[in-house]
């Protein structure tokens, strides 16, 4: 899949091919099905004996992805949810076992550049950031309501941002003038505490993008819900199933990585990919979104049996 006439193209789509090796007749379980890039290269993989399942909290991105496979030939079954429903979206759709679970941790494209998502300083928005409207906090209730010294926390834990203290403070001492409540009012706010102008040749990146990451993630508790996919992943898996998951910062990549690993150390896991799958030159030309991208891939071995 060279391109997305959506202006989506998923990353690291040829080496999701050729490490999973998905098979017709297996069963996928698509944890961020999304606007369903991935999913149809497992759905023409699996042909018309396979079933995909797909899950998604962003109900506009299921309705894309609905429509991109209805004409699939494999059973396809998508349903919003998050990571932590996976025990009951599978016993919804009568399915035990799988022998894919697949995560790409990415927001999409097209959830960027709405601004009524809030999830861009790109063009101004209210400061949301949900992706699932099912939730009640948004990123406005986070930068008016926490105490300085918890929203810098938020900051450093979920984005490294070494800078969280002095942006931290420089919110709380806005706020106080009144809320924050678009992008462009926080981006400001935090080019100010950071004193840099982010039109300047020297910025290289804006000096918003880690706070934007940090809130986006608490907005939707993107951590703790990887977490939970991880603890489910082996209970959910074939024998010889694969489970695989695209990060796109450590933060991400971290639980993953060490997962694996303990799970390896148990017995439970085979990992595949040593090192982390990253995109070669082509796709980081092509796809700029891919360029921090990195694939680890684990096999489930098969369960000991009693003598």
Do not use: W
Request: glycine share 6%; aromatic share 4%.
């Amino acid at each position: 899949m060279e391109g997305d006439p959506l202006g989506h193209t998923p990353v690291l789509a040829r080496q999701v091919c050729e490490l999973f090796e998905v098979r017709p007749g297996e069963t996928v379980l698509d944890c961020t099905v999304g606007l369903g890039g991935h999913a149809c290269l497992f759905a023409e993989a699996l042909a018309d004996t396979g079933t995909l399942i797909g899950i998604d909290v962003d109900p506009e991105s299921l309705d894309v992805a609905r429509e991109r496979l209805s004409q699939a030939g494999c059973r396809v079954e998508l349903l919003q949810a998050n990571f932590a429903e996976v025990r009951e979206v599978l016993e919804s759709v009568d399915v035990s076992r799988v022998d894919v679970v697949f995560a790409d941790l990415g927001v999409s494209s097209p959830q960027l550049d709405m601004p009524a998502r809030g999830f861009s300083f790109q063009r101004d928005g209210p400061l949301d950031m949900r992706m699932d409207p099912r939730l009640t906090v948004t990123a406005a209730d986070l930068v008016n309501r926490l105490k300085e010294r918890e929203l810098s926390d938020v900051l450093y834990y979920n984005a490294q941002e070494m800078a969280s203290r002095r942006i931290s403070r420089q919110i709380c001492q806005v706020r106080r003038e009144g809320r924050i409540t678009t992008t462009a009012r926080l981006a400001k706010v935090v080019a100010d505490a950071l004193k840099v102008d982010p039109e300047s040749r020297k910025s290289k990146i804006h000096p918003a993008t880690r706070t934007f990451q940090a809130l986006r993630m608490e907005v939707n508790s993107e951590i703790q819900r990887l977490e939970q996919l991880l603890a489910v992943a082996p209970d959910v898996l074939n024998p010889q199933g694969r489970i695989g998951v695209i990060a796109f910062h450590s933060v991400e990549d971290k639980p993953v990585k060490m997962d694996f690993r303990r799970r390896k150390a148990e017995g439970v896991y085979s990992i595949l990919t040593k090192k982390p799958v990253v995109a070669d030159t082509d796709e980081r030309r092509s796809n700029p979104r891919s360029r921090s991208a990195k694939l680890r891939v684990a096999v489930r071995m098969p369960e000991e049996r009693p003598m």
